[in-house]
């Protein structure tokens, strides 16, 4: 069992955190379950966080514990909870719906109309609810999948970005022998059109840049390279001057969006995975002239027992994109790493406990 206190980064306040050694170990409620955390990968939405920028969506409060996409070990559960005990090995999903709201009961709890009411039993882990860098995380036994053993704590981390790209892809309604194009080959990006083929498309074409880019070659994909080529053309000539079936927008800026927008099929569909904080005009007569779909994805609700599965068979590969591992003691070398892309890094993840063999 844990002591009363625990390590964690702690943010004060806007690009202000410090690491402390003496936070309470969080109390275990209903339906939860008491974990120690065995790896938790850093996420490009950690980064707007800590500036600030979305506060006060995430964090509601300063001080605060973030961090999303964690794996670990169960310690203790609390009243009620029979399907988790100590010692399981599991994964945690970022987002717990209230369970009870239309959206909840309809399976879409990505959008509960609860969304960041504690009190409705809402929480999103690292944003609204305290988050996984730290030794220790409570968490809805709702959002935990039990782990393989195939599976070690790092690669286990990245299931819930996994997750948000496979609901990406599924939003996308691909159809078997699909071509599909996937804007943005980041983190979810990398996993995005690797569920792609998954979900049957015959061709993939990936479009980035830098190492990101390599890393999809290196999987055997389709690339091509936005520094060198003229995106539009390309995929133009790629598909006989008729588009992809289905765009996966996963780099979030406004340009790519309009690009996809502009690039689809007849009949084809757009999907939206990245966030912008910028407005663009898009050609909106296509919309009805050429029945264009262009729809959204928020996370990846429902989504980890498939993405736990599809790793599993091989169709996915995670364990590839971890490229850097620090411990907590270490969350700034781990971030810059992050943040500055050092040395190729697309999944950076952090070790709360290194030490205890998990
Ligand atoms: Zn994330
Ligand atoms: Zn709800």
């Not at 209903?30 to 065995?38: D, H, I, M, T």
């Not at 980064?47 to 920028?53: A, D, L, R, T």
């Not at 029945?291 to 994805?297: D, T």
Request: proline share 6%; with cysteine; net charge negative.
């Amino acid at each position: 069992m844990p002591g009363e206190t625990m390590e964690a980064v702690v943010l004060l306040g806007p690009d202000e955190y410090e690491f402390q050694n003496d936070i309470p170990v969080p109390e275990i409620g209903p339906a939860e379950a008491l974990c120690r955390v065995g790896a938790v990968a850093i996420c490009g939405t950690d980064i707007g966080i800590m500036s600030g920028k979305f506060f006060p969506m995430w964090p509601p409060e300063w001080p605060f514990i973030i961090g999303h996409e964690w794996a670990g070990t169960v310690e203790a559960v609390g009243p009620g909870v029979s399907a988790f005990a100590p010692g399981d090995r599991v994964a945690g999903s970022s987002a717990v719906g209230c369970g009870l709201c239309r959206n909840c009961m309809k399976g879409r709890y990505n959008l509960c109309l609860n969304y960041g009411n504690m009190e409705a039993g809402h929480r999103q882990y690292g944003m609204t609810a305290p988050g996984a860098y730290a030794q220790y995380i409570n968490a809805n036994v709702r959002s935990l999948v039990h782990l393989p053993d195939s599976f070690d704590m790092p690669a286990a981390s990245l299931l819930d970005t996994a997750g948000i790209a496979l609901h990406i892809a599924k939003r996308g309604n691909i159809e078997a022998g699909d071509t599909v194009v996937v804007i943005g080959p980041g983190a979810v990006g990398s996993i995005a059109y690797q569920c792609a083929s998954a979900l049957g498309a015959g061709r993939v074409i990936v479009a980035g840049r830098g190492s990101r880019l390599e890393k999809a070659k290196e999987f055997g994909y389709e690339t091509v390279d936005v520094n060198a080529r003229d995106v539009m053309e390309y995929v133009k000539e790629a598909t006989g001057g008729i588009g992809p079936d289905v765009v996966l927008e996963c780099a979030g800026t406004a340009g790519t969006i309009v690009q996809a927008v502009e690039m689809i099929k007849k009949g084809g569909r757009v999907v939206v995975g990245g966030i912008t904080q910028e407005d663009a005009p898009l050609p909106l007569r296509r919309f009805v002239l050429d029945e264009i779909e262009v729809v959204g994805s928020r996370a990846a609700p429902n989504c980890l027992p498939e993405v736990l599965a599809l790793t599993e068979s091989g169709a996915l590969r995670l364990a590839e994109l971890v490229t850097h591992r620090f411990p907590l003691t270490e969350f700034t070398a781990a971030m810059e790493t992050f943040r500055n892309r050092t040395g190729g890094a697309l999944k950076v993840v952090v070790e709360p406990n290194p030490d205890s063999g998990l």
